[in-house]
C-alpha cells in the first residue's frame, strides 16, 4: 500500500527564499507523480506532473524532481513570493497501473512580505 | 474552458437528513473521483469510476453512495449525514496520466 509523507508539514520563509518541499513514498513502482497547490477553502490546482521518465519538470519558479529509486521527490521554489502562500501536496499513484492517486498531508508554506 | 465545476459551493444540511453534491466536467475524461478533505488533513479518496465502473475504498461509510450517469455527471449522495460528515468534498477527473479537480463544495452539518 502506497504511504506518502511530506516534509516539513510547515514552513515560514521572508520573501525571495529559494526552498524545497519534500515527498517521500513506499512504492517506487510508480508511473508518474503530481505536486499540487490548494489555497484556504479551494480545490486543488496541478502544478507539475512529472513522468517515470523524466528526472525533472520545470514551470516557471518552480522544478519538481523524481527519484523513483530512493522513492523521493523534490519541489523546488525560486525566489518566492507571498502569493506562493499554500498548502503543496504530493501525490503519486496509489498502485501500479491504477487510477487512484494517495496524497501526502501537505506542506503549509508562508512566505512574508 | 473545459473544467471540473462542482455544485454547489457550500452546502448546509440538517443532522439525518439526505443531501446530494454534484459534480459535471467538460473534459470528456473517463475517471472521475470523490474525495473528502477534513481540515488540514489530506484528501481522502471516497471512491472512483472508471467509466461506469465503480470503485469503492474499502474504508467508505455505507452512508456514502454515488451515481454517475453519463461521462459528464457525478453525483455523491450522503444518506444520513453525521456531525463527523462536514467537510470540504473534492470532485476531480483524470485523463490516466494527470488529475483536475474541482472548487469543491464545503458540507455544513446541524
Known amino acids: 500500500k502506497q504511504e506518502v509523507t511530506q516534509i516539513p508539514a510547515a514552513l515560514s520563509v521572508p520573501e525571495g527564499e529559494n526552498l524545497v518541499l519534500n515527498c517521500s513514498f513506499t512504492?517506487?513502482?510508480?508511473?508518474?507523480l503530481q505536486w499540487f497547490r490548494q489555497d484556504p477553502g479551494k480545490g486543488l490546482t496541478s502544478l507539475l506532473l512529472i513522468q517515470s521518465s523524466q528526472r525533472e519538470q520545470t514551470s516557471g519558479r518552480l522544478n519538481a524532481s523524481l527519484d523513483k529509486s530512493s522513492g523521493r521527490s523534490t519541489l523546488y521554489i525560486a525566489a518566492s513570493q507571498p502569493g506562493d502562500s499554500a498548502t503543496y501536496l504530493c501525490?503519486?499513484?496509489?498502485?501500479?497501473?491504477?487510477?487512484?492517486?494517495?496524497f501526502g498531508a501537505g506542506t503549509r508554506l508562508f512566505v512574508k512580505a | 474552458d473545459a473544467m471540473v465545476i462542482q455544485n454547489p459551493r457550500y452546502q448546509v444540511t440538517q443532522f439525518g437528513k439526505p443531501v446530494t453534491l454534484s459534480c459535471s466536467q467538460t473534459?470528456?475524461?473517463?475517471?472521475m473521483y470523490w474525495y473528502q478533505q477534513k481540515s488540514s488533513q489530506a484528501p481522502k479518496l471516497l471512491f472512483h469510476y472508471y467509466d461506469k465502473d465503480f470503485n469503492n475504498e474499502a474504508d467508505t461509510p455505507d452512508n456514502f453512495q454515488s451515481r454517475r450517469p453519463n461521462t459528464s455527471f457525478c453525483f455523491l449522495d450522503i444518506r444520513s449525514p453525521g456531525l463527523g460528515d462536514a467537510a470540504m468534498y473534492l470532485c476531480a477527473t483524470s485523463s490516466r496520466n494527470s488529475q483536475y479537480f474541482g472548487p469543491g463544495t464545503r458540507l455544513l452539518v446541524l
Open positions: 473534459l470528456n475524461h473517463n475517471v
Open positions: 501525490a503519486p499513484p496509489s498502485q501500479t497501473g491504477g487510477f487512484k492517486t494517495i
Open positions: 512504492d517506487s513502482a510508480i508511473y508518474n
